[in-house]
């Protein structure tokens, strides 16, 4: 698994299938990974895989149903990648569906995830979570 992209592909292929263990397998030991500011899940930038696990993925799947990230598009530069693709998912609190387009911005070292930023319309993922939105 030598280029980048492959690496954020396998990142996107762990995630689809709940592989937990694949997907801290694949995070760089400087990690730095930032959701975006405003999103539920937003806190500061994050720089150890356990951080990622109990503040992302374990909320994700406490508060939606079938959540998704599909990406769409790749482009590629060097070590770095941007995904564009969509959110999808129903919200557990609200019965509500979601749709985000989002851009994620990754940096790969050492064959690993190093550096991960997210850009979504964090609105439309906070309307389905909210019950009176």
């Known amino acids: 698994m030598n280029q980048p992209i492959e690496v954020v592909r396998a990142f996107y292929a762990a995630v689809a299938q ?3 263990p694949g997907v801290v397998a694949l995070f ?3 990690l730095e990974w930032t959701e975006a ?3 539920p899940y937003y806190s500061g930038t994050w720089t150890q895989a356990q951080e990622v ?3 992302l993925l374990v ?3 406490r508060d939606w149903d079938n959540f998704s ?3 769409d598009d790749f482009i590629v530069e060097g070590q770095r990648v941007v995904s564009l693709g969509h959110y999808r998912g129903v919200s557990k609190a609200t019965g509500k569906t979601m749709c ?3 851009a994620h911005v990754w940096n790969v070292a050492d064959e690993k995830l190093k550096r991960f930023n997210m850009y979504t319309d964090t609105l439309l993922v906070d309307r389905a979570l909210r019950a009176g939105a």
């Open 53 to 55: 696990v109990e503040k």
């Open 18 to 20: 709940g592989d937990v």
């Open 28 to 30: 760089h030991p400087q």
């Open 69 to 71: 990230a599909k990406p």
């Open 59 to 61: 909320p994700l799947m």
């Open 100 to 102: 985000a387009p989002f």
């Open 37 to 39: 500011e405003g999103f």
